[in-house]
């Protein structure tokens, strides 16, 4: 696995060194500082739901602000870590750690670092913050509704009343194994991408069913242990973008968040510098802002020299030494005419993904249509609801820095909201702008929430604060997590979320003050 900086060759070492030196000035200057055991935390509480990196990142923000927090996790404390807990001992960040950094006090060893080392983060930063006495484990979110007064309740009311609800559960729960006519005719293992530690690939062929992130995901596994040769079977065509952080920036600063005439120039150079001889395998008639591209570039180098094998096809069906497949040309669509092939290998690997958590516990007027996830503000609040925020659980498709400052921006976005009425934007507001973000982006091919950049994200955050004059005075709270820019009016908000004035169920309220966006 390349580690990105380059930790045995000296000449890489100053910059290894600076960007040591980088983490620790934002640890210094970013990060909230932690409570102390007997730390008394008045302002509003706040239900966080689920441990992966966005939960625990989201409850260390609100903690070192002063507000309380109460962690629902569903499964035991090996859970904590979301996804990165059930993955393979041999998975790494297929993006450089600097555009990973889901909290200020991370501190990575180098560019590319692996899932013990992701886990080990998580769960110092759970520590750190004191999260761990805060946490309920083995209990699933059925229902969050509110009391009399606005509160949220969490299941019953044995659980607590909240003034917030920070949904993080995440856009991958269990495995998602999908049945395919013939598997069990098939004489040898068949197991999921999530499942490979420990499975004995040396010398052997392997079919890897899938050609997204986890189909690369299991190639590297392949390749690691040493297999003779590695199919990947891809019903459709995605983008493969270098595994470089200069060039993944640039193509995450495309303000506009969509294809423009301008999106022939990258797609161009990537196909002439990086795809070259494996254009073929580029999406024909598929923008490179469409959807998320796989960012790999080791892949390549096993396609060149015919380690793996990358065939564009459908499956029709497995046999009892392999799979049969119709391969199609480039441009043919799923399902097109081409020619039957029969593919045999010695381990079979569903790189199928994982099912989408599901979202059933919010209240169900989150879900009106034509506001439903992910046509929600920022994408994140439901307009009936902005004391609810499901951070990274409505995303579909972007160009980012998946976990960067952005968790950080959308709970102190959600403070804002609890403690300064004046902040609050009203549900008609608040569809208001999901409209504009649908007009603005009417040409895109796909949905205005389907795919975004990062930039386009900032913009929006950027938009949130200017646009209402009330929330100026929270910018550098909410946009760098500055803890001496809170503003005074806090107090007084605090006290009036406490007397149960302006709470989240208050939209009336919100109207009355002039609210905005």
């Known amino acids: 696995m390349a580690s990105g900086i380059g930790l045995t060759t000296p000449l890489f070492h100053p910059f290894l060194f600076l960007f040591q030196v980088l983490q620790w000035l934002a640890d210094k200057i970013f990060s909230p500082t932690p409570p102390g055991p007997s730390t008394h935390l008045t302002r509003p509480k706040i239900a966080i739901i689920g441990t992966g990196i966005t939960g625990v990142t989201a409850a260390a923000h609100c903690i070192g602000h002063g507000f309380?927090?109460?962690?629902?996790?569903?499964?035991?404390?090996?859970?904590?870590?979301?996804?990165?807990?059930?993955?393979?001992?041999?998975?790494?960040?297929?993006?450089?750690?600097?555009?990973?950094?889901?909290?200020?006090?991370?501190?990575?060893?180098?560019?590319?670092?692996?899932?013990?080392?992701?886990?080990?983060?998580?769960?110092?930063?759970?520590?750190?913050?004191?999260?761990?006495?805060?946490?309920?484990?083995?209990?699933?979110?059925?229902?969050?509704?509110?009391?009399?007064?606005?509160?949220?309740?969490?299941?019953?009311?044995?659980?607590?009343?909240?003034?917030?609800?920070?949904?993080?559960v995440g856009t991958c729960g269990d495995p998602k194994m999908i049945r395919i006519e013939g598997m069990d005719k098939f004489k040898k293992p068949i197991c999921h991408s999530s499942n490979l530690s420990g499975v004995e690939a040396k010398n052997k062929s392997m079919i890897i069913v899938g050609g997204g992130a986890s189909a690369v995901e299991a190639l590297e596994y392949a390749s690691q242990e040493g297999a003779s040769k590695i199919y990947i079977l891809s019903r459709s065509d995605k983008w493969i973008i270098p595994r470089n952080w200069v060039v993944d920036m640039l193509f995450s600063l495309n303000i506009w968040g969509q294809e423009t005439a301008l999106s022939v120039i990258p797609e161009k150079l990537l196909r002439t510098f990086f795809y070259r001889d494996l254009e073929e395998i580029a999406p024909a008639g598929k923008g490179l802002f469409v959807d998320t591209p796989m960012v790999n570039s080791d892949v390549m180098d096993k396609l060149r020299s015919g380690e793996a094998e990358w065939i564009r096809c459908d499956i029709e069906r497995f046999t009892d030494t392999g799979v049969l497949v119709n391969k199609r040309d480039r441009g043919v669509p799923k399902g097109g005419p081409g020619r039957h092939i029969m593919i045999e290998g010695d381990i079979v690997v569903m790189a199928t993904g994982y099912k989408r958590p599901s979202l059933d516990f919010l209240p169900k007027e989150c879900f009106n249509e034509p506001y439903g996830p992910p046509n929600w503000y920022l994408q994140t609040f439901p307009p009936q609801h902005p004391s609810i925020s499901a951070i990274n659980c409505t995303y579909l498709s972007a160009i980012g820095t998946v976990g960067n400052w952005h968790i950080g921006i959308y709970t102190r976005i959600l403070l804002m909201f609890l403690v300064d009425p004046l902040t609050r934007p009203s549900t008609f507001w608040m569809e208001r702008w999901i409209d504009m973000t649908k007009v603005l982006k009417a040409t895109a091919p796909t949905g205005a929430f389907d795919f975004f950049t990062y930039l386009e994200l900032l913009w929006w955050f950027f938009f949130c604060i200017a646009i209402n004059p009330f929330r100026w005075k929270w910018a550098f709270f909410v946009f760098f997590g500055l803890g001496f820019a809170l503003?005074?009016?806090?107090?007084?908000?605090?006290?009036?979320?406490?007397?149960?004035?302006?709470?989240?169920?208050?939209?009336q309220g919100s109207r009355d003050i002039g609210a905005s966006f």
């Open 487 to 507: 503003p005074r009016q806090l107090v007084i908000a605090e006290d009036q979320v406490r007397n149960g004035v302006g709470t989240q169920r208050s939209d």
């Open 68 to 168: 309380d927090v109460i962690i629902f996790e569903a499964g035991d404390k090996h859970g904590v870590g979301g996804i990165w807990s059930k993955v393979n001992n041999t998975s790494a960040l297929q993006i450089h750690s600097l555009m990973y950094r889901f909290h200020p006090s991370v501190k990575w060893n180098g560019g590319y670092p692996d899932r013990q080392q992701i886990i080990s983060q998580v769960r110092q930063l759970w520590k750190r913050y004191g999260l761990d006495t805060r946490t309920k484990f083995n209990t699933r979110v059925n229902e969050v509704y509110p009391d009399e007064k606005g509160r949220w309740i969490i299941n019953n009311t044995s659980n607590g009343r909240f003034e917030g609800v920070i949904a993080a």
